[in-house]
């Protein structure tokens, strides 16, 4: 099931009508129409082949496209998603719709299984004066269905992603106005045709398309507010992720690191305001990201970068990095409820929900607290600061003694001495070695998967794709070990402050002391997996991979 939409440009909308009319098409009155596309931020239902749109108009409908074009549909209940306003010549602003709430079903269950924990959100709205129609067949059954749109009015939602500006395009508006997190609004002029195929009957479709592009009308594939995200420069793919900049290896050394911070920026300026608001929780986890990144890189730019700016924004980077961590962790703790509990029986498991119930106040609470700091003048201050050094131009900055050097041989000796302090703290460890020595090596792997993911590329794509998946294994093992005492831990304290406050009953004692031993037995066996885990990672061929990568880069 295809659709095809005519742009009508400055051509007789009266015409048209008369032609679609003449071709035996019925037409119903005309609706005032809100059209909505949504996604996730970073575009999982589009990566799924899928598309999304709310649609108002004598109902407020969810129409779920999948490859084949068939739609599902959801009439949602009343207020299910915020709005607020609403004419023709000023489109409904639509709020966040969390698919989880939705009434449960196909349909719901169809979107989560991709959205995961992630919500929607508006990445363009289309308000229009609609007719539909349709054509009917021998037997009365509609063979072919058109909708025709007056446009009224178009906005882009706060959290689109502007398409890469194509200078070929003629549809492009070349208007992206959005400044900061405003939302960029229009009033447009014109009209568009969708011509719709329907299930059985292509011949039809194909029919009227030929017969309307003879008139001189230019079309386009999908419908019209595919058409609407064309014209106004969104990425229907959404968010991508951090930007990947290419590297020479052979330019200087400063150049190359703060080409990589200005990626990393623009990261975390593209996960800022979405934290802030803690729509959902990979905002926050894709901000931390950026954050430890921005980090490593600073750590890793002695002698390159400039004194006093690696100073300053190692500090204000700090901050950021100590303010977001706990409210991190229990976004994972609180999220990850329902699969820690999972192995106690029913009864256990609800007997802790009050201790479910403190964490998630606590959660509210250090998310209100990133959100304040994050909205303050100190926030403010490192952003531009920090964006106004990258924003000079090169031969405006100075650095350090390495600042000239190649960029390939700068960060191959930062790989070379990682690399090394992982082999050698990781030898180290034995059976009897306490905790503490294998959350450094932790702290060792994250310095050498933030070194690879920013500069490995100089040294060949497959061979750190090769690497990145052993220290992965390396890595999530460690990760397993220290990340269930936390949560032992975590869960003994508030399991402790809720009775405190009389909240918990005396015998979930016994559950709580059974999970936390759940816990602690994963834990024990991540410690005694450890020996495999490492002896991967530091196999011949792992660190011969990694010494040619190391190699290609200072080649």
Request: include cysteine; aromatic fraction near 4%.
């Amino acid at each position: 099931m295809s659709t095809r939409t005519f742009d009508g440009g400055g051509s007789s909308l009266a015409t048209t009508i008369a032609a679609l009319e003449a071709a035996n098409i019925r037409l119903g009155p005309e609706d005032h129409v809100v059209r909505t596309s949504l996604d996730t931020f970073d575009g999982r239902l589009a990566a799924a082949g899928l598309r999304l749109e709310r649609r108002c108009g004598a109902a407020d409908v969810l129409e779920l496209r999948g490859p084949d074009g068939v739609p599902a549909r959801l009439t949602l209940p009343a207020a299910t998603l915020p709005t607020t306003g609403g004419s023709d010549a000023s489109p409904v602003r639509t709020g966040v719709l969390d698919p989880r709430d939705l009434p449960p079903g196909p349909f719901r269950s169809r979107l989560t299984t991709v959205t995961r924990e992630r919500v929607l959100v508006s990445y363009l709205t289309l308000v229009t004066r609609r007719r539909e129609g349709d054509r009917p067949g021998r037997e009365g059954a509609p063979t072919v269905a058109v909708g025709v749109d007056r446009w009224a009015s178009l906005a882009v939602g706060r959290y689109a992603t502007r398409r890469a500006p194509d200078p070929h395009a003629r549809d492009a508006l070349q208007a992206w106005t959005a400044e900061g997190w405003a939302i960029a609004a229009w009033t447009l002029e014109g009209w568009t045709l969708e011509v719709i195929e329907l299930p059985g009957h292509p011949k039809p479709a194909a029919e009227l398309v030929r017969r309307t592009t003879r008139r001189g009308l230019s079309s386009h594939e999908g419908d019209a507010l595919d058409l609407a995200l064309r014209r106004a420069g969104v990425d229907a793919g959404g968010w991508k992720g951090p930007a990947r900049t290419a590297l020479d290896r052979h330019a200087p050394a400063l150049p190359g690191y703060r080409t990589v911070l200005r990626d990393l920026l623009a990261s975390l300026e593209a996960n800022w305001q979405g934290t802030i608001e803690h729509l959902d929780s990979e905002f926050l986890h894709q901000t931390r990201i950026a954050v430890r990144r921005t980090r490593s890189v600073l750590a890793e730019g002695r002698g390159v970068l400039p004194v006093d700016v690696r100073r300053d924004q190692r500090e204000a980077f700090a901050w950021l990095g100590a303010l977001t961590g706990p409210a991190r962790d229990l976004d994972v703790y609180v999220e990850g409820w329902s699969q820690l509990t999972s192995p106690l029986p029913a009864a256990a498991a609800r007997a802790l929900d009050p201790v479910r119930d403190h964490l998630v106040a606590q959660r509210a609470a250090e998310h209100t607290t990133v959100s304040a700091a994050m909205r303050s003048e100190r926030a403010a201050a490192v952003l531009t600061a920090w964006r106004a050094w990258l924003a000079l131009s090169d031969d405006a900055v100075s650095g350090g003694r390495r600042a000239d050097h190649p960029l390939g041989e700068v960060a191959a000796t930062r790989l070379r001495e990682a690399q090394e302090q992982v082999i050698t703290d990781g030898r180290a460890i034995g059976s009897d070695s306490p905790p503490e020595a294998l959350h450094e090596l932790r702290k060792d792997a994250k310095r050498l998967r933030y070194l690879l993911e920013s500069f490995g590329p100089l040294g060949g794509r497959k061979r750190l794709r090769d690497i990145l998946g052993h220290l992965k294994l390396l890595q999530d093992n460690l990760g397993e070990f220290q990340d269930t005492q936390v949560q032992a831990d975590r869960l003994r304290s508030s399991a402790a402050e809720t009775a405190g406050a009389g909240r918990l009953a005396p015998d979930a004692d016994a559950a709580v002391e059974r999970l936390a031993g759940i816990l602690e037995a994963r834990g024990a066996a991540a410690r005694d997996d450890f020996a495999r885990c490492f002896a991967d990672y530091s196999a011949r061929r792992t660190r011969r991979t990694v010494a040619a990568l190391i190699d290609g880069m200072s080649r």
